[in-house]
């Protein structure tokens, strides 16, 4: 099989590098409208070759959109427009409510499966592209039943040559879930590094201190602001309901600090502890 | 030489590992009045006997004090009492100015070095102990000025046999700089935790997304009430201050959402992507 992949970055490059390593396609062609990018990703061997999107659609049986999700309410009609009834189209994205939307009444929409990967590092482009990105992770399939049998079929074999573990949620529920378990750990670290950033301007030294806790936490800051802006701008409601939460729980800890209220400020980090259940289960 | 260690938990216990294992001290003697970590520290080899306090500080050259920070300011004067002129004491607490008031009037004050290794997990207790966990990191002394020069170099050639840098400041600047890159990290993170556990009161799946960025901000929310309740009391005025600005940042990022300026959002994110430059040194 040929796939297409349009986007050949971090998501969309990793997966070519692994889909033609595992055997589940034979030959990847690649589109990429920034030069540099497409030379980058005929370099590393993430596509045998770059072609103009029309000549690129037309020869492959399965086409992958891994683009800022900005893009996608604009290209997954294009791409749609393009394809024949036994073509499948697939895409990555980060958030799924507006690109379903865009989809909606196109008349090829059941070849179309909505997927979200949850890998990732805070490296983006085609020179972060890497072998085993997806290996034991989760991806979410939204509002599969929208999407025609076989198409789907196709996607789950894909990810399960991939070895990731498939959840299915319609589209509303997923960009809710995101906003707690990707998209507030992005904002946070983000602030984290601004504030501590900021007061490096008087004290120098500052970062002579920063420990591996410190390095963890604010590992994501390093992510670029062309994927997270587009995420932030169509998960906006949802994310503003996380913030609200999140910093009345912060605001909560300072009233504590300023009442001297350490006993409750022990329960709740013993309530926070509890986050072990989940990232060391047993 | 012999090395009395008072609290043989994370750091204590790690400690005295390496300094037997790299030939520094030639016997480890540990005080722990929690009777099943006192088996632990045994039972794990960090200490090869446990004693009272009085003949514990008795026998060994060096005295490490790793013990929660809202016990330095009784037990540093107690261990003080204890000793002659020609032994040294070293505390490794993670806030600096309280304990060194404690001792500051003692007539055997210039025995002491006050230090704070920045190497750690979110785990604690004799358990959590391992090697090699202060290789490459950075360690604190305060007030050196106020230590005999053999105590300093005593302890100067500790932390050299374990690969650790050396940085000199005083308590308050200390003090200061930990409240930025490292407790402002953990609090981030116990209200991150907070945050999803309370959504997944309503949405129970919420944690099967949950990705490799989620659980790199959130590690830090596993760590001990005990360990940090104490840390926060006695920092409390800094954290203060720094909790004032990463609210009014986290804020910011909500007014923009709300305001719906993805422009601002944008070069936000650039100027937090300037943490690179720290983290990923040329």
Chains 1, 2 share one sequence.
Not at 91 to 105: F, I, N, P, Q, R
Not at 146 to 173: F, G, I, N, R, W
Not at 186 to 199: G, N, P, Q, R, Y
Request: proline share 5%; aromatic share 6%; hydrophobic share 45%.
């Amino acid at each position: 099989m040929q796939l297409t992949v349009i986007g050949p970055g971090l998501i969309g490059g990793s997966m070519a590098l692994d889909l033609r390593r595992n055997g589940f396609v034979r030959r990847v062609v690649g589109v990429e409208s920034n030069p540099v990018h497409a030379a980058q990703a005929l370099e590393a061997g993430l596509v045998d070759q770059v072609l103009p999107l029309e000549e690129a659609v037309a020869n492959s049986h399965l086409i992958v959109v891994a683009i800022p999700v900005d893009h996608l309410a604009r290209v997954l009609p294009m791409v749609l427009d393009l394809m024949h009834p036994d073509q499948v189209l697939m895409d990555v994205g980060s958030t799924k409510a507006a690109a379903l939307a865009a989809v909606e009444h196109h008349p090829l929409r059941r070849r179309f499966v909505a997927t979200h990967p949850m890998a990732g590092t805070e490296y983006s482009g085609p020179g972060a592209a890497r072998n085993n990105l997806f290996e034991g992770k989760c991806c979410v399939l939204t509002n599969v039943e929208d999407s025609d049998p076989d198409a789907l079929a196709l996607v789950e074999k894909l990810y399960a040559s991939l070895h990731m573990h498939l959840t299915y949620l319609d589209a509303q529920a997923h960009d809710l879930h995101v906003a707690y378990v990707s998209h507030i750990s992005h904002i946070a670290s983000f602030a984290l590094a601004l504030t501590v950033l900021e007061k490096e301007q008087d004290e120098a030294q500052i970062f002579e201190l920063a420990s591996s806790g410190f390095n963890s936490t604010v590992r994501l800051a390093k992510s670029h602001p062309d994927t997270w802006v587009p995420i932030f701008q169509q998960n906006r409601d949802h994310i503003l309901d996380v913030l609200d939460t999140y910093i009345n729980t912060v605001s909560k800890f300072r009233t504590l600090l300023i009442k001297n209220d350490f006993s409750t400020f022990h329960s709740l980090i013993k309530q926070a502890n509890e986050i072990k259940r989940i990232l060391d289960p047993a």
